[in-house]
């Protein structure tokens, strides 16, 4: 199921709760998820901008890279 889907029908199932609690506390999930969210991002200036830029060039240039693949095996771990 893709995430449009998903939301569609999170909505309808949200329309149609009674407990004033639970709506409550869906507000407050929400509310509190995206203030934390703001709260995380922090804005680069141009120069470390250009610095990661650079600094990523020259691992890729000496091979300190890690492929997707292994990337995937390595989670797939995790579990």
Same mark, same amino acid.
Request: proline letters at 0%.
């Given at each position: 199921?893709?995430?449009?889907t998903r939301k569609i029908k999170f909505v309808q199932k949200f329309? +149609?709760?009674q +407990?004033?609690?639970? #709506?409550s506390r869906l507000g407050k999930l929400l509310h509190s998820k995206n203030k934390s969210s703001e709260n995380d991002f $922090?804005?680069?200036t141009m120069d470390e901008f250009n610095r990661r830029i650079d600094k990523s060039?020259?691992? *890729?240039? +000496?091979g $300190?890279?890690?492929?997707? *693949?292994d990337? #995937? *095996?390595? #989670?797939?771990?995790?579990?």
């Open positions: 199921m893709d995430i449009q329309l +149609n709760l +407990n004033e609690e639970l #709506i $922090k804005r680069m060039m020259s691992d *890729s240039k +000496n $300190k890279l890690t492929m997707a *693949s990337l #995937i *095996s390595e #989670i797939q771990e995790w579990k």
